[in-house]
């Protein structure tokens, strides 16, 4: 009997590193701080049509309301219950956009905050997404409810009541992170709670979670957690599908708590993949494009199998939350499709994409003033709408990563050579590689200041085809570069490094079969 019972759980847990995308298609994006209609729309207008697997969405559940400093964006990581009423919409509106993208192939993943409520100075009163009451200086949270016993000040050792010294693990998974109020994840009754709230989220629809803060909670109360969650909607995943997991755990070592630790119940989100790619595409520290011959792995990351990746996220794109300056943003467009390029034609990890909207940047002795600035909005604090140029761009603030050419084609590249070999590695020793995957992609990065001029061998079927970061294929033509591969696979390149931002060339062939970028 205890071998059967350790043989299911272990299947559980197995299961939940399974992102569940349908129709071949591996890599999600994250579309912070869109309202939940805005999401509908493009997964039915972009991302359906566009091979993308998912989204992640911002927390649905109810928050604090913040005026000083204005909306921030951090006010949605601040809950006081678990109704689904957030400025991205009401309940009826969330149900209606996961029905809508799960009818178009793809994926809803929801950033569950269930570490803590809000901040202990939070105060009393209605100031919340919902309108309803709460006081966090009693620990009074009654749409649950939640009392001042379920919190875990009591086990904490510190003065303040908040985390002092990280290398102390106790402090880092018993204390209050920047003030918010630790819930006690070891006590049945809030387990059953955070698992009633995500269950209902998964009767929705939804395919998984990324969980927030996963460092300040110990492992097997997350375990008993993710025990209690229920197998996916029939109506859009397999019977017995079980929810993807992907831990929030920022380690770029020097701390006693380890992304490892998390491993053996679902991925976790691989800080060291953007912070060091950060370095090499800025050729900072010496740090070279030839050095990522056995990116992955090779550097100290986490099982492929076991991580989410990404260039960039919500947090470390404002200059915090790992990573620091290294961090690649849209700011820094030219390099940042360097980055995400990268990203996607590399095998290693689960991919997602940032989709992020500008904020006032007031940099100050290294520091932005203004990275708590929320999204869009309107006067009375309400989100705008996303609007949708003539030109597929984003307008009124919002960046929409997504939607560029280069990264949109890179997402359909990994969706075709997906489970290819890594292979025909070539570099000069410096910033300048190529890589094929199987005999279906290939890619060339220049990132010197000189000429990339070499003949290579691309691995695929002799042919012409189209350079999918300068164009596409349309009506039967190239709109960008055309590469001819001869019929031993080699082709040559001619990369012109411009040592400014107004543009650079990657070239990257892909086929579909052999047939869709084939201009023969």
């Not at 993949?273 to 090499?280: F, K, P």
């Not at 260039?311 to 794109?317: A, L, S």
């Not at 070539?426 to 199987?438: A, K, V």
Request: charged content about 20%; overall charge neutral.
């Amino acid at each position: 009997m205890k071998l059967l019972i350790l043989a299911a759980l272990l299947g559980l847990s197995l299961a939940q590193f399974n992102p569940n995308t349908r129709d071949g298609k591996t890599a999600i994006v994250h579309l912070f701080e869109w309202r939940w209609a805005d999401i509908a729309a493009e997964c039915e207008r972009y991302l359906g049509p566009n091979g993308f697997g998912g989204v992640q969405i911002s927390p649905p559940s109810e928050s604090i309301v913040v005026t000083n400093p204005w909306h921030p964006w951090w006010q949605r990581y601040q809950p006081i219950g678990y109704n689904l009423c957030s400025r991205s919409g009401n309940e009826n509106e969330l149900r209606d956009m996961i029905t809508r993208c799960n009818n178009v192939g793809v994926n809803i993943y929801v950033d569950a905050v269930i570490n803590h409520m809000c901040g202990a100075g939070g105060g009393a009163g209605t100031h919340s997404s919902c309108g309803s009451y709460f006081d966090a200086n009693s620990k009074d949270f009654p749409t649950v409810p939640y009392s001042n016993l379920d919190f875990n000040d009591g086990k904490c050792n510190t003065g303040s009541g908040n985390i002092e010294n990280y290398q102390d693990i106790n402090q880092v998974r018993n204390c209050r992170l920047v003030g918010l109020l630790d819930l006690a994840l070891e006590k049945d009754y809030v387990r059953g709670k955070v698992a009633d709230y995500m269950n209902k989220l998964i009767d929705m629809g939804v395919a998984g979670f990324r969980v927030d803060a996963c460092k300040h909670m110990w492992p097997g109360d997350l375990s008993a957690v993710y025990g209690r969650l229920n197998n996916l909607n029939t109506k859009w995943f397999s019977s017995g599908s079980r929810p993807f997991i992907f831990q929030e755990v920022i380690d770029l070592g020097g701390e006693p708590i380890t992304s490892g630790e998390y491993t053996g119940i679902g991925r976790v989100t691989e800080f060291k993949y953007g912070a060091r790619l950060g370095n090499i595409i800025r050729k900072w520290n010496g740090e070279k494009l030839s050095y990522v011959k056995n990116w992955g792995e090779g550097w100290g990351f986490l099982s492929s199998d076991k991580s989410l990746v990404f260039v960039d996220n919500h947090d470390n794109q404002r200059g915090h939350g790992a990573g620091g300056a290294s961090i690649v943003t849209f700011w820094d467009a030219r390099l940042y499709k360097m980055a995400v390029a990268f990203m996607l034609a590399h095998p290693y990890g689960f991919t997602r994409v940032m989709s992020s909207y500008r904020w006032d940047r007031n940099i100050v002795n290294g520091q932005d003033q203004n990275d708590w600035q929320g999204p869009p909005s309107n006067g009375d604090g309400s989100t705008k709408p996303v609007p949708i140029n003539p030109d597929s761009t984003c307008g009124d603030g919002w960046v929409c990563e997504h939607r560029w050419r280069q990264i949109k084609n890179m997402v359909a590249f990994r969706n075709v050579v997906n489970g290819q070999a890594f292979s025909n590695w070539w570099d000069n020793g410096e910033n300048q590689i190529s890589f094929s995957l199987g005999n279906k992609g290939f890619l060339v990065i220049n990132n010197d200041d000189w000429e990339l001029n070499e003949t290579l061998n691309t691995g695929l079927p002799g042919g012409t085809y189209c350079d999918v970061i300068s164009g596409q294929k349309e009506s039967g033509r190239c709109t960008g570069k055309e590469v001819v591969v001869g019929g031993d696979g080699r082709a040559s390149f001619r990369i012109i490094h411009f040592n400014s931002k107004l543009y650079f060339i990657i070239y990257l062939l892909m086929t579909f079969h052999f047939l869709l970028f084939s201009l023969l």
